[in-house]
Structures are given as structure tokens and as C-alpha cells.
């Protein structure tokens, strides 16, 4: 009895046509050249855990019969979830446009043919964006009419704590991303 599921040598559709373009292949589209690591997850986590028992709280005053508390628990909920979301956000994206950079309160863009030189330094960086500096690599772009360089992400940051080699592959694909589209 043949089993009717597919298998992973076999087409979809039956037909040897030109296949779909993959996901990771849409070059206009903004994409993260890393995965968030495991500090910036696990710090998300804690806040929508948090979010989560204020609302949780939010529908025992409501029942209680408060409804200004509980408004003010939702209200707060809503701050500690989009809180969550920006800080997953948060990172260096890049497309054909060119590079993003995404913090917890504001975004800049920069095209890629405003990008002037992408490089790896060893310098004092900053441990998990606290005041705190420890000696590390640093991913630095420069730009026009920029007198000092500016930091995209270092490897003592919130996604490449203890992990040197997703550094190293978010830096080389950063820098491939600018040789390929400045020039």
C-alpha cells in the first residue's frame, strides 16, 4: 500500500517549473542578519510574565468593582507588553535600502550608499548596555560628515553575550551586506 504523503524529493505540485523564490531570497525586505540571543529573549520573557500578572490582576479589581484600578493595571500591561516587543525588535536590520538600526526608543536608517567604511574593533564596550565596560570586539559603521564612528553591536551586548561565533557570522554577513550594496 503506497503511503500518500510527500516526500522531500518529490514536487509539490507534480511540475519541474521554476521554482518559488525562498523567503531569505526577497532582498527588499528588512531581515535581522542574526538571531536575538538568548539574553535579549530571556529578558522579554520576564516582562511578558510580568505583563501577564498585571493583567491577571487588571480582571480581579475589574471584578471587584474598580474599574479605575483596573484600567490603570491594563494600561500598564499594555506599557510592559509593547516594552517586550520593542526590546525583541531592537538590533541592526539590513535590506537592499540599507541599514537599520533599531534601539528601545528611536530607529535610524541609513542607505547604503551614505555608508562609509564597516569594520571589526577591539575596544572597551559596554556589558549588556549597563554603564559597566569590559574590553570586546565591536561592529562600528561610519557615515558622511560623521566624526566618530558609530557602534552597531558589540559582542558583550543583549544578542551575542558568550556566543563569539554568532558575532563573528552577524559581522561578516553586516559587512558583506555593505560591499555588496555601496559599490
Given at each position: 500500500?503506497?503511503?500518500?504523503?510527500?516526500?522531500?524529493?518529490?514536487?509539490?505540485?507534480?511540475?519541474a517549473g521554476d521554482p518559488a523564490p525562498l523567503p531569505y531570497d526577497e532582498r527588499d525586505h528588512w531581515r535581522r542578519p542574526y538571531r536575538p540571543g538568548?539574553?535579549?529573549?530571556?529578558?522579554?520573557?520576564?516582562?511578558?510574565?510580568?505583563?501577564?500578572?498585571?493583567?491577571?490582576?487588571?480582571?480581579?479589581?475589574?471584578?471587584?468593582?474598580?474599574?479605575?484600578?483596573?484600567?490603570?493595571?491594563?494600561?500598564?500591561?499594555?506599557?510592559?507588553?509593547?516594552?517586550?516587543?520593542?526590546?525583541?525588535?531592537?538590533?541592526?536590520?539590513?535590506?537592499?535600502?540599507?541599514?537599520?538600526?533599531?534601539?528601545?526608543?528611536?530607529?535610524?536608517?541609513?542607505?547604503?550608499?551614505?555608508?562609509?567604511?564597516?569594520?571589526?574593533?577591539?575596544?572597551?564596550?559596554?556589558?549588556?548596555?549597563?554603564?559597566?565596560?569590559?574590553?570586546?570586539?565591536?561592529?562600528?559603521?561610519?557615515?558622511?560628515?560623521?566624526?566618530?564612528?558609530?557602534?552597531?553591536?558589540?559582542?558583550?551586548?543583549?544578542?551575542?553575550?558568550?556566543?563569539?561565533?554568532?558575532?563573528?557570522?552577524?559581522?561578516?554577513?553586516?559587512?558583506?551586506?555593505?560591499?555588496?550594496?555601496?559599490?
Amino acid at each position: 500500500m503506497p503511503l500518500p504523503f510527500l516526500t522531500a524529493d518529490r514536487d509539490l505540485d507534480g511540475e519541474a517549473g521554476d521554482p518559488a523564490p525562498l523567503p531569505y531570497d526577497e532582498r527588499d525586505h528588512w531581515r535581522r542578519p542574526y538571531r536575538p540571543g538568548p539574553w535579549r529573549v530571556g529578558t522579554a520573557a520576564v516582562f511578558l510574565l510580568l505583563a501577564s500578572f498585571v493583567l491577571l490582576s487588571a480582571l480581579i479589581i475589574g471584578l471587584a468593582g474598580a474599574p479605575v484600578g483596573a484600567v490603570v493595571c491594563l494600561a500598564l500591561a499594555v506599557v510592559l507588553i509593547a516594552f517586550a516587543v520593542r526590546l525583541l525588535r531592537a538590533g541592526v536590520w539590513v535590506s537592499a535600502a540599507g541599514l537599520r538600526q533599531v534601539r528601545l526608543v528611536r530607529t535610524t536608517t541609513l542607505p547604503w550608499s551614505a555608508v562609509t567604511s564597516v569594520r571589526t574593533v577591539q575596544q572597551p564596550v559596554r556589558w549588556l548596555g549597563l554603564p559597566r565596560t569590559v574590553q570586546g570586539q565591536a561592529l562600528l559603521i561610519g557615515g558622511p560628515g560623521d566624526g566618530e564612528p558609530r557602534t552597531l553591536f558589540t559582542d558583550h551586548d543583549g544578542d551575542f553575550m558568550t556566543r563569539t561565533g554568532a558575532f563573528n557570522r552577524a559581522a561578516d554577513t553586516v559587512t558583506a551586506w555593505a560591499a555588496e550594496h555601496r559599490g
